[in-house]
């Protein structure tokens, strides 16, 4: 990677931070950090040529177009586009960039885009993966808790074919969100990387939910 790639690097890392640093709702700057970490080792375990430079500057770029950061949707995809053309960026690169941060996210399962490069699909996985896990417990919880959503009620189901204005609704429980998403995301997995990670974070959100609702009935 030449030295004019690694500054464009730099000066987005300290945008996305400025920009996200803030942000109460789990897509904040350690999220970013996460995702880049998680690209970067896919990255290195793919057989094939695959563009460094690409993934990092997507990874660091996925959720500033995010609608449930910004007022709508086209805000949110200006700032990505304003952003790659404030950089001394190729036109390849800004289109392979962009097309990669405007269609990786879930959507409530709505979105039927399918990344045809690698470089997408790997950040694909990475994003999706820290929606999983451990981390993916607690970001379900913090989001959760910032939009006013219970952590459980019986009473309420799993909804299904959910429209994505329903899946934004916040009218679900964190604990609903493990069926609605959470535990759909492996199946998703495009890496042989990723499909191994997701898994093992699948995996421990399973034993998780049988300790939840267990201590939930007061069984233990």
């Excluded at 040529?49 to 007022?71: G, R, S, T």
Aim: aromatic share 8%.
């Amino acid at each position: 990677m030449n030295e004019q790639k690694k500054q464009i690097l730099n000066n987005t890392k300290e945008f996305v931070f400025l920009t996200l640093n803030n942000e109460k709702s789990g897509h904040d700057w350690f999220h970013i950090q996460r995702v880049v970490n998680l690209t970067k080792q896919i990255a290195q375990q793919e057989i094939g040529q695959v563009d460094a430079f690409i993934c990092e500057m997507a990874a660091l770029l996925h959720d500033i177009p995010d609608e449930k950061l910004n007022p709508t949707p086209e805000i949110g995809e200006q700032r990505v586009i304003n952003w790659l053309e404030s950089q001394p960026l190729a036109a390849v690169d800004q289109t392979a960039i962009l097309q990669i941060v405007l269609n990786l996210s879930y959507k409530g399962g709505t979105n039927n885009v399918q990344l045809e490069t690698i470089e997408g699909k790997i950040v694909q996985d990475a994003d999706r993966l820290d929606a999983m896990g451990a981390i993916g417990i607690a970001r379900t919880m913090i989001y959760s808790g910032n939009h006013g959503r219970p952590m459980h009620d019986p009473a309420k189901k799993t909804r299904t074919n959910l429209t994505l204005a329903e899946y934004r609704s916040n009218e679900d429980t964190a604990i609903m969100h493990f069926y609605e998403k959470l535990l759909k995301l492996k199946d998703t997995m495009n890496t042989t990387t990723g499909k191994k990670l997701a898994n093992e974070r699948h995996l421990f959100m399973e034993d998780y939910l049988k300790e939840f609702f267990a201590e939930w009935q007061g069984e233990k």
